[in-house]
């Protein structure tokens, strides 16, 4: 049963513009959300996150938002870069310390 | 600063051979512990977390285990390895601040190949 879905594998992008990433969830006592970032044959590295108190939390390029109510997480880099290009994965966490991982969407930025 | 180390960085192992990971953390104390896997077009699947010495969670039912033998170590073992244990395998730590989750720091990773 997966918990988090990121439904889009792959997403393609010009240089500059805006890159979407989206992700669903079905638990609703998740109470926070983050944003991984990684390249091939490494760990992912956090990105940025947001607490279930919030619906925006903004860090340099990139913004999270949540929709608690749809269940739904978005992350917006702006403007993207041919160096954002990697899989991002959403991960959303309960006070058990337990953390569930979509499944990744991968972010190709066209210079 | 806090670091996470993990070791080896690539394993090829026959199937029904032993497996031992091992991930240690610096830095930092009575931290949360997570192996998570990440096989060929899959996301991350978490496999073990630990909130201390001996506790251990599973979460999927598989032949392989987890161990913490100290605060700030945990290891990955099996002792027959399947053509299906192949894939990614990530160490990660957490820790609690202020009663409130904290970020998940991820290790370099190891790439196990079970032929």
């Known amino acids: 049963d997966q918990q988090v879905k990121q439904n889009s594998p792959s997403l393609s992008v010009q240089e500059g513009r805006i890159s979407i990433l989206n992700c669903d969830y079905t638990?609703?006592?998740?109470?926070?959300f983050l944003w991984y970032k990684k390249y091939p044959a490494e760990g992912p590295t956090f990105l940025i996150s947001?607490?279930?108190?919030?619906d925006k939390n903004e860090d340099g390029r990139f913004t999270v938002f949540l929709n608690k109510s749809a269940k739904h997480l978005s992350l917006h880099i702006v403007p993207s870069q041919p160096g954002d290009s990697a899989v991002y994965f959403c991960a959303a966490s309960y006070n058990f310390n337990k953390f569930y991982f979509g499944s990744g969407t991968k972010l190709n930025v066209k210079p | 600063s806090q670091t996470i180390h993990q070791w080896p960085a690539t394993l090829v192992q026959p199937v029904g051979s032993p497996l031992s990971l091992e991930c240690t953390v610096e830095g930092t104390s009575n931290p949360n512990l997570y192996w998570y896997r990440q096989a060929a077009g899959r996301g991350l699947q978490l496999l073990f977390y630990s909130v201390g010495i001996g506790q251990i969670s599973s979460e999927v039912p598989q032949n392989l285990s987890a161990s913490r033998p100290q605060d700030r170590q945990f290891i990955l073992s099996s002792k027959k390895l399947l053509l299906s244990d192949s894939g990614f395998y990530l160490c990660a730590w957490s820790s609690w601040r202020d009663g409130n989750t904290d970020t998940q720091y991820f290790g370099p990773g190891t790439r196990l190949t079970v032929l």
């Open positions: 947001i607490s279930s108190i919030k």
């Open positions: 638990n609703s006592m998740f109470d926070y």
